[in-house]
């Protein structure tokens, strides 16, 4: 997104977090801050939903609402599947992402689709994106590669796509692999598909 320093995330107001391999509760900085922003969390009404995504059972999922443990180095292909399952439900921020010129919605899992059928507002290659990549990239296929059950998946994927504001956080637990980069970029681009990107 263009931003060489940590990112600033608006923790108290969020309505979803959903962290990959960022142990919260007991390994994340700043940690002070933390746990106020996590107290703040769980008494506002309504109340963040919290999704973590860790490699063993751990302080920070044991006090989450869904708590999934994948596979190393698998975060990535979660994240995949979680955009096919926003995009093909129509769970999208249109006012930040766009939409389709007609209106109605033509993700349908493995169909590719006309780049100039989709007007794009703030965001840049979706259609391009789903068409190489997100089309195959079904809860499904995402169950083979994490260990996560399809049904836990798609089920996070709603969570996060039908809250207002939300975060998809991710720290050392889903980057520091041979495949980090391209885990840590599939993560944060859930934030711009529910416009939660310089808001």
Known sequence: DGNASYSSYDYAHANCLFMF???????FRPYNNNMQQWG??????????????????NQTLAACDQAMIIKPGT???????????????GLWEKSFVGDFTDGVNHFKAGE????AAF?????KGLIYWWNTELKDRTPKWAEGVTT???ASII??????????PAIALF????????????NGMAIHSLNALVGSLFA
């Open 155 to 164: 089920a996070a994927a709603r969570a996060f796509g039908g809250a207002r």
């Open 40 to 57: 703040a969390m769980r008494v506002k009404t309504p109340k963040t939903h919290i999704i973590a995504v860790d490699v063993h059972m």
């Open 21 to 27: 391999g960022a142990n919260y509760l007991e390994a």
């Open 112 to 115: 590719k689709l006309d780049e």
């Open 119 to 123: 007007a794009e507002k703030w965001v």
């Open 148 to 150: 996560l059950s399809a």
């Open 171 to 182: 720290e050392r637990g889903a980057h520091t692999h041979s495949n980090g980069v391209l």
């Open 75 to 89: 975060d990535g292909a979660l994240a995949l599947a979680v955009a096919h399952v926003i995009l093909t439900e």
